[in-house]
């Protein structure tokens, strides 16, 4: 999300800064001072205190992340979110795409196909997976430009093309009927397909979840949208645009932010107070090794997106999920998609901010569990029941 990306990159130019401080205190210990002695001679003196606090803020430069995380975020006291692969395959798209997939989760089951958020990749639902494939068949697929899959070049990395490529998932996982579930921009996703094919996503989707995601260009569904919108044309578009054509140094940046521990203090932004260190960690590092430049063209193309109403057009069950404090699609967002769609549900989270899905997690599989029970086999859509979560 934009927001996201903006408080990444003012995370990244305080690193920068740092870095550049101590290169100065360094510089300044290197050069000294030229003092005369008593028999005439110049004598370069060089201070201590520069050379010590240069070689702190150096070192908190390239491993500041190993202090800050752990006064960022709790410890873990169960299952830890890692970056974990299982065995997958590569399989193309119409878009031009290479979409990598993993299933998992025994054959016959109700099949669920998860689709995360933008600058992560499928191993950011491993928490809710390894939960949900005790009792479901489990695709997970990386988007275009993220994790393992590649982009197709062109307009490959938009929401258009996303839709069409959710479609090649759908196909590739057997499924005659599969439920849908989308974190932000997995959300979008969603949407966009039930907007651009609607008679297929009557026919192939039997419910959709839509976690902390909005319906339309996401700078008017979050915080500050007056302001951010104001500065999308003067400022945000060409950062993003800079950043495309800049990528190695964006990427080198990103690095030393990450290492800094910076960019854990802009990715902290997006969680609530339930967050934990290796939540935290596993976030700081796909939205660091993702591809900076693609993550910027996905940003572009939300600004150009709406699928208003588009899950009115179909009778598929919706659960909505939207969290309390999120900042980044604004529950009031998850609000106007439940009421637009015919027997939708929204359950608003507490406490938990945009990544909400990672924070209460246990949380997360049981609402999905008890929308996919509620709806398999079901051929016709009735109002589903629903009660906020507290």
């Known amino acids: 999300m934009p927001i996201l990306s903006v408080f990444r990159f003012a995370a990244l130019l305080i690193s920068l800064l740092i870095l ?16 005369r002695q008593g028999d005439g001679d110049l004598v370069r003196v060089r201070p201590d205190w520069p050379l010590w606090l240069g070689l702190l803020l150096l070192a908190t430069s390239f491993g500041g ?19 974990e692969r299982r065995e997958g395959a590569v399989i193309p798209s119409p878009t031009g795409n290479q979409l990598y997939i993993e299933q998992s989760g025994p054959e016959g089951a109700p099949t669920l196909v998860l689709t995360h958020g933008w600058a992560m990749d499928s191993t950011i639902w491993n928490l809710l997976r390894r939960r949900l494939e005790q009792r479901f068949r489990v695709v997970v697929w990386d988007l275009p430009g993220m994790g393992a899959s590649k982009g197709g070049g062109g307009d490959s990395i938009a929401l258009g093309a996303f839709a069409i490529d959710l479609a090649t998932v ?14 932000s921009i997995g959300g979008m996703t969603i949407q966009t397909l039930a907007r651009d094919q609607p008679a297929l996503f009557s026919e192939r989707v039997a419910g959709a979840v839509l976690v902390n995601t909005t319906y339309t260009d996401p700078l008017k569904t979050m915080i500050a949208s007056k302001l951010l919108q104001a500065l999308r044309w003067p400022v945000l578009e060409p950062v993003m645009r800079l950043t495309i054509l ?17 960019a854990h203090v802009g990715n902290r932004l997006g969680f609530g107070r339930f967050v934990t260190r290796s939540q935290l960690e596993h976030t700081t590092l796909l939205s660091t090794r993702n591809p900076p430049g693609d993550i910027q063209r996905g940003n572009l193309a939300m600004l150009r997106w709406d699928a208003t109403g588009a899950m009115a057009k179909t ?66 859509m009735s109002a589903p029941s629903g009660t906020p979560l507290p």
């Open 20 to 35: 550049a401080v101590a290169a100065s205190f360094l510089w300044q210990w290197w050069q000294g001072d030229w003092v």
């Open 65 to 83: 992340k190993f202090l800050l995380l752990p006064l960022l975020a709790r410890g873990d006291k169960g299952d830890r979110s890692r970056p």
């Open 170 to 183: 759908i196909a590739a996982s057997g499924a005659e009927r599969v439920f849908l579930v989308g974190h």
């Open 246 to 262: 800049l990528q190695p140094l964006a990427w080198l940046g990103m690095w030393q932010s990450y290492l800094s521990g910076w």
């Open 315 to 380: 009778m598929v069950p919706t659960l909505v999920i939207a969290g309390e404090v999120d900042i980044v699609t604004k529950p009031e967002a998850g609000a106007t998609i439940a009421h637009s769609t015919p027997g939708a549900t929204l359950t608003v989270v507490d406490g938990v901010n945009h990544m909400g899905f990672l924070e209460r997690w246990e949380d997360h599989v049981a609402m999905i569990t008890a929308f996919i029970e509620e709806n398999q086999g079901r051929t016709t």
